[in-house]
């Protein structure tokens, strides 16, 4: 998988992203990033301006098409053609991001950021060269760095090899559409509170049930509408006739 991101501030996010997990995938080819600053592309030959204010009036400044197209041209022509891409613009005015979508984000060779800062980017060039709008939730930041960055990490995960253990983004939250169930590490008992004995039984069958009740009941209490989505998709068994 290889991630490009087109921003005004790429340190932010070559920085924030180059260590741990991530970091490591990318020492091992499995996923690579590419930060590419916009800035470098403005005609503005002195000042390097990528910004103006907009037509009809209002507050703030706009990224000009010119600058973000030039850049999207020169990233598009390193990219091999054959590989498939999504262009994904970062805006609170897109689809909410989500595990569904990171899965079929992770489907793709090449994923390209842009990430707009002041008041957004001039709707012209997004016609010529997004395919996605994509929000991380219904707040606004200053800027797309932190939302691409967000969404990076999560469909790195998705990259066979990038996690140590495969099972482990199997079976997590959201996989199946419900919060993952409690877990609990060395001592069997701190504080007073002792590690649920099911859990010490040895009984793999009687754990996995356990763990599919401790996950209903965790999704029911703090995501009801996960849980409501998940019994309508799961109705219970009628009883076997005699
Ligand atoms: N840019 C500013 N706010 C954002 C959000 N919530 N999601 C994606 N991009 C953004």
Same mark, same amino acid.
């Given at each position: 998988?290889?991630?490009?991101?087109?921003?005004?501030?790429?340190?932010?996010?070559?920085?924030?992203?180059?260590?741990?997990?991530?970091?490591?995938?990318?020492?091992?080819?499995?996923?690579?990033? #590419?930060?590419?600053?916009?800035?470098?592309?403005?005609?503005?030959?002195?000042?390097?301006?990528?910004? +103006?204010?907009?037509?009809?009036?209002? @507050?703030?400044? %706009?990224?000009?098409?010119?600058?973000?197209?030039?850049?999207?041209?020169?990233?598009?022509?390193?990219?091999?053609?054959?590989?498939? *891409?999504?262009? =994904?613009?970062?805006?609170?005015?897109?689809?909410? &991001?989500?595990?569904?979508?990171? @899965?079929? &984000?992770?489907? @793709? +060779?090449?994923?390209?950021?842009?990430?707009?800062? $002041? #008041?957004?980017?001039?709707?012209?060039? %997004? #016609?010529?060269?997004?395919?996605?709008?994509?929000?991380?939730? +219904?707040?606004?930041?200053? !800027?797309? #760095? %932190?939302?691409?960055?967000?969404?990076?990490?999560? =469909?790195?995960?998705?990259?066979? !090899?990038?996690?140590?253990?495969?099972?482990? @983004?199997?079976?997590?939250?959201?996989? +199946? !559409?419900? %919060?993952? $169930?409690?877990?609990?590490?060395?001592?069997?008992?701190?504080?007073?509170?002792?590690?649920?004995?099911?859990?010490?039984?040895? /009984?793999? *069958?009687?754990? /996995?049930?356990?763990?599919?009740?401790?996950?209903?009941?965790?999704?029911?209490?703090?995501?009801?509408?996960?849980?409501?989505?998940?019994?309508?998709?799961?109705?219970?068994?009628?009883?076997?006739?005699?």
């Amino acid at each position: 998988m290889d991630f490009h991101v087109m921003t005004l501030f790429p340190e932010m996010v070559s920085q924030g992203l180059s260590t741990s997990i991530l970091g490591r995938a990318m020492s091992k080819n499995l996923i690579s990033l #590419e930060c590419i600053n916009i800035r470098d592309y403005s005609a503005d030959q002195k000042h390097h301006k990528v910004d +103006d204010y907009t037509y009809g009036g209002g @507050a703030g400044m %706009l990224m000009q098409a010119q600058p973000v197209y030039d850049c999207y041209k020169s990233l598009e022509s390193r990219i091999d053609s054959s590989h498939t *891409k999504r262009v =994904i613009y970062v805006t609170p005015q897109g689809k909410v &991001f989500n595990q569904q979508l990171a @899965a079929e &984000f992770a489907q @793709a +060779d090449d994923l390209i950021f842009l990430c707009g800062h $002041y #008041e957004g980017i001039d709707e012209r060039v %997004l #016609e010529e060269i997004v395919t996605d709008y994509v929000s991380i939730g +219904d707040y606004v930041l200053t !800027g797309g #760095e %932190l939302p691409a960055m967000v969404m990076i990490d999560t =469909i790195s995960r998705l990259v066979p !090899g990038v996690l140590n253990n495969d099972i482990s @983004a199997e079976t997590e939250s959201f996989t +199946d !559409g419900l %919060l993952e $169930y409690p877990q609990y590490s060395r001592p069997e008992e701190w504080m007073g509170k002792k590690v649920p004995p099911i859990l010490l039984s040895g /009984d793999h *069958k009687k754990v /996995d049930e356990w763990r599919l009740q401790m996950s209903l009941e965790r999704t029911k209490e703090r995501r009801p509408e996960l849980y409501e989505a998940w019994m309508a998709a799961h109705p219970p068994k009628p009883p076997k006739k005699r």
